[in-house]
Nanobody
Framework: QVQLVESGGGLVQAGGSLRPSCAVP????????MGWFRQAPGKEREFVAS????????DYADSVKGRVTISRDNAKNTVILQMNSLKPEDTAVYYC????????????????WGQGSQVTVSS
């Protein structure tokens, strides 16, 4: 079982930045892929970004490209989602997720999930 602990959500005005992070207290295997998803009220949970732990290869949803950067801190076993130029439509609960092998933007292919962190962007 992999535990994911999120922090760093919050309330920000449009155009601002937030930097939620996801800590993994246990061991991360080099094959793991870490992802961020988000779910707005009344909508499906959707892919935001992912990073392959070993290679650092990243993938982004078109809706956030150029505004969001996903990175990892190997020493701290932490994944960080730097979000800039935030828009009201970015408002959602953001979830950290992990899968054992292979890059993916498909929600159901991730097997470990964090508790979620609220991000609210005011206009």
């Amino acid at each position: 079982q992999v535990q994911l602990v999120e922090s760093g959500g919050g309330l920000v005005q449009a155009g601002g930045s937030l930097r939620p992070s996801c800590a993994v207290p246990g061991r991360i295997l080099s094959t793991y892929v870490m992802g961020w998803f988000r779910q707005a009220p009344g909508k499906e949970r959707e892919f935001v970004a992912s990073i392959a732990w070993s290679s650092g290869t990243t993938d982004y949803a078109d809706s956030v490209k150029g505004r969001v950067t996903i990175s990892r801190d190997n020493a701290k076993n932490t994944v960080i989602l730097q979000m800039n130029s935030l828009k009201p439509e970015d408002t959602a609960v953001y979830y950290c997720a992990a899968r054992r092998l292979g890059r993916s933007n498909v929600r159901d292919e991730y097997i470990y999930w964090g508790q979620g962190s609220q991000v609210t962007v005011s206009s």
